[in-house]
């Protein structure tokens, strides 16, 4: 578990216990996980089980009902591309098929490094710079499958 | 319910008046009435899950259209269970299910014990309709015990409420939502990693094959096929009363006798009984007992640990436990290992060409033989297979045997005689019941007369009892279905705690409801009445046994004379006792 985690372990505590009484405890503390590492670690889930006497399979039951939880740690650069009727309908899939070519992996997955994902989002409010991508949520417009090699070229530290 | 009024419903059904108490379900009102609305999410043991839609009826005089299962009937109410457009719906909610099913019947865990396949056949479902999306899902035959098979799940959920609520393990849950949802062990992983027990409870209520018991049949032929093979196999208490189930006889039915012809048949050279391991249980059991008791050896209560799913639970969840827990092995490990020391012995065998088949009402059986380094005590795997009550009746159609106009057989009595002590094992309540009439024994001196111990009987998920003996107070508690073991563990942890008297002197426990007659390797079709049926059964052969307790037993005798000396001599103990450690709830 890197360092990080293993203080949320701690916190997990805290927030269980802060949550323990109220109803619908399990899900606050799972939102406020997800909310500090972006996705909830199956170590938390199990030391959660633990803290707070609810089965895995339970905590399970919660995560994977709700889309906005995620099981995985997120990727270090997020690119999203609009799937809102204009970018759509300018070419979102194909860019989306090129990222996805040089990446070796399809939409939803993450590369095994960590270090990109592939998503999309719904109309993004940009119609007019259709299509239109996002990298860890910046808008780059109008974007043609010609780009995509200079966008990832442009993910460095 | 004493005291409480409950009103009665008036209503009508297809125009037929009936009469209910209020909070009757539509569903169960129909019965009353000889009308069979088709279900397939309900099961008669489990409340409503409301999940498939196929047992609507019409509110006459309404666009109303109710689910029978999970509404109540209301007063004045005209109902309509079945008109053509009723059944219409029935089918399009048929073929919406079927869309999503695999076409695997031929081949599959429950082909002809389906309750999908019967519905397609009784609504004439001749083509596929609608188009087919099968979700894909890998299988999981992680525990060796039970097969999960999630593409052919149709999200009925019974075995959610099966395993959370009537277990409480919690190893299986429904993932994700909608279409998507699907049967999982906690959290995608495999089940062999998860708290699952291997009760079997899931596959003895799922109605299609999306949970079924680890088939070995292939390899008992193989072992009956080795000419160098000595091959001995066992029958368990509960399969004698149910088996009879798969080949059209009414639960209950004692067929002990044609087992025991057909085992012959099918090429085993030697045919025991597990009866016979249930009264050597009882002679070290019983004496356990006695030594804590009245001698303070050890801690009371004493917990019984015949139940594979129990001990497997007890050290997952309750390890805390492991002090009160018998060493004493369950029946079927005890027969193997006699079987490849004392039987081997004594007919000039050699237990390394000597296998020992047992035939259990029980998947866990498939998990316990291998559990830990004890249960290979004769310096081989002492049981080499265990099979389910369903498996052996597949082999006995395979092997071409008439069951119906078979005649009777016998066992081979050196491991094989067994006391209606011994049968009762099978049922819960049975356990308590044999040992007190050994203990009874050995702590007065004097045979417990009435033999029969009725607070031990019945379906009561905790049943309690205060026996006075010798002056001295025991209290005793028996517990079936996991869910109801936790009531009774918190009032020993509370006593304990409080440093007052022991709650109990000795708890029985057995994951499944009603015992191992109710167990999850049983033929399918599962109901109290079932249960009540098969436990009677055992309590006949009890009365109609020449001996009734297990130290009345000859063979058992002769045992002990010739081999063992006495219960928990330093021979018995290595051969016949077992040791427990707690073991992690989840393995990922
Ligand atoms: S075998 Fe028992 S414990 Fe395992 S998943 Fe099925 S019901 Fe749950
Ligand atoms: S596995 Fe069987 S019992 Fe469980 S939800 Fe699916 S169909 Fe129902
Ligand atoms: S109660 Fe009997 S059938 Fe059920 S798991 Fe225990 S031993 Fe097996
Ligand atoms: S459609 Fe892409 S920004 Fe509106
Ligand atoms: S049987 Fe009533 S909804 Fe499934």
């Known amino acids: 578990m890197p360092a990080q985690e293993k203080d949320l372990a701690a916190d997990v505590a805290l927030a269980a216990r802060k949550w323990q009484k109220k109803r619908g405890a399990l899900i606050m503390v799972l939102h406020e996980i997800q909310g500090r590492l972006g996705y909830v670690p199956r170590e938390i889930a199990l030391e959660l089980s633990k803290q707070m006497n609810v089965p895995l399979a339970r905590i399970y039951e919660v995560l994977t009902f709700y889309n906005f939880f995620e099981l995985e740690p997120p990727a270090k650069y997020v690119i999203s591309g609009c799937m809102g009727t204009a970018c759509y309908l300018k070419g979102t899939p194909q860019i989306l098929q090129e990222f996805g070519r040089l990446l070796g992996i399809e939409v939803g997955q993450t590369t095994p490094d960590g270090k990109f994902s592939l998503t999309t989002v719904r109309c993004v409010g940009c119609c007019g710079q259709a299509p239109v991508i996002l990298v860890n949520g910046e808008v780059k417009s109008k974007v043609s499958p010609k780009d995509v090699p200079h966008i990832l070229a442009e993910c460095t530290d | 319910m004493a005291g409480t009024a409950i009103r009665t419903i008036r209503a009508k059904l297809n125009g037929i008046e009936v009469e209910v108490p209020e909070g009757t ?63 219409e719906i029935r089918r399009k909610v048929l073929e919406l299910i079927l869309s ?17 396949q019967r519905l397609a056949s009784d609504f004439s479902i001749r083509e596929q309709s609608l188009p087919y999306i099968v979700p894909d899902l890998p299988v999981d035959q992680s525990t060796r015990t ?16 099966v395993c959370q609520d009537l277990q409480n393990v919690w190893a299986l849950s429904f993932l994700e939502r909608g279409i998507d949802t699907r049967m999982a062990p906690a959290g995608d992983i495999l089940l062999a990693d998860s708290p699952c027990i291997s009760c079997g409870q899931c596959s003895a209520h799922c109605p299609t094959g999306a949970i079924f018991e680890y088939d070995e049949t292939e390899k008992a032929w193989e072992l009956l096929r080795d000419p160098d093979l000595h091959c001995v196999v066992q029958i368990a208490p509960a399969v004698r009363v149910a088996i009879g189930e798969a080949f059209g006889y009414p639960p209950g039915t004692n067929l002990t006798g044609k087992l025991y012809a057909a085992l012959r048949y099918m090429g085993f050279d030697t045919v025991f009984d597990t009866n016979f391991g249930a009264d050597v249980t009882i002679m070290e059991e019983g004496t356990e007992f006695v030594k804590r008791f009245q001698e303070n050896q050890g801690e009371l209560p004493l917990i019984t640990s015949c139940c594979p799913a129990w001990v497997d639970f007890m050290e997952k969840y309750h390890s805390d436990m492991i002090e009160h827990f018998s060493s004493c092995k369950s029946p079927h490990e005890i027969v193997g290992v006699l079987t490849k020391t004392y039987y081997c012995e004594k007919r000039g065998l050699d237990p390394s060409k000597v296998r020992v088949v047992s035939i259990m009402p029980c998947t866990a059986k498939k998990y316990e033989i291998q559990r830990s380094d004890d249960m290979f005590a004769s310096g081989h795997q002492d049981v080499d297979l265990s099979l389910t009550t369903r498996e052996l009746a597949r082999m006995i159609k395979q092997a071409g045997i008439d069951f119906a106009s078979l005649p009777e057989g016998d066992a081979d009595p050196m491991l094989g005689l067994y006391t209606g002590a011994g049968t ?17 024994k050995l702590l007065t001196g004097e045979e417990f007369d009435a033999i029969e111990f009725h607070p031990a009987r019945g379906l009561h998920g905790v049943k309690e009892a205060r026996i006075s003996v010798l002056g001295k107070e025991v209290r005793v508690a028996v517990a079936h279905g996991m869910g109801h073991v936790e009531e009774v563990l918190d009032r020993v942890r509370a006593a304990k705690e409080s440093g007052d008297e022991p709650a109990y002197h000795m708890i029985e426990v057995m994951a499944c409801p009603g015992g191992c007659i109710g167990g999850g390797g049983q033929p399918y079709g599962i109901t109290d009445s079932v249960r009540k049926q098969r436990a009677a059964g055992l309590y006949r052969d009890d009365r109609e046994r020449e001996f009734r307790r297990s130290h009345e037993n000859p063979y058992v005798q002769t045992l002990y004379a010739s081999y063992l000396g006495k219960p928990l001599s330093e021979r018995a103990h290595r051969l016949l006792h077992n040791s427990y450690k707690p073991r992690p709830t989840y393995r990922r």
Request: net charge neutral; aromatic share 2%; with cysteine.
């Open chain 2, 100 to 116: 999503k099913h695999p076409n695997e019947c031929l081949t599959c865990g429950r082909n002809g014990t389906c309750e999908l």
């Open chain 2, 146 to 161: 039970i097969v999960l098979e999630p593409r052919k799940c149709i999200a009925c959920g019974r075995c959610l409420t």
């Open chain 2, 25 to 87: 379900t539509i569903l169960a009102a129909a019965e009353q009435v000889h009308l069979k609305i088709p279900t397939l999410c309900k099961h008669p043991d489990l409340p409503p899950t409301a999940a498939c839609g196929i047992c609507i009826v019409r509110v006459k005089g309404t666009s109303q259209m109710p689910r029978a299962c999970c509404t109540p009937l209301e007063e004045g109410m005209e109902i309509v269970t079945h008109d053509p457009e009723i059944v």
């Open chain 2, 424 to 440: 009762i094992f099978g049922t819960s309540g049975g356990v308590l019941e044999a040992a007190f009439r050994t203990a009874h």
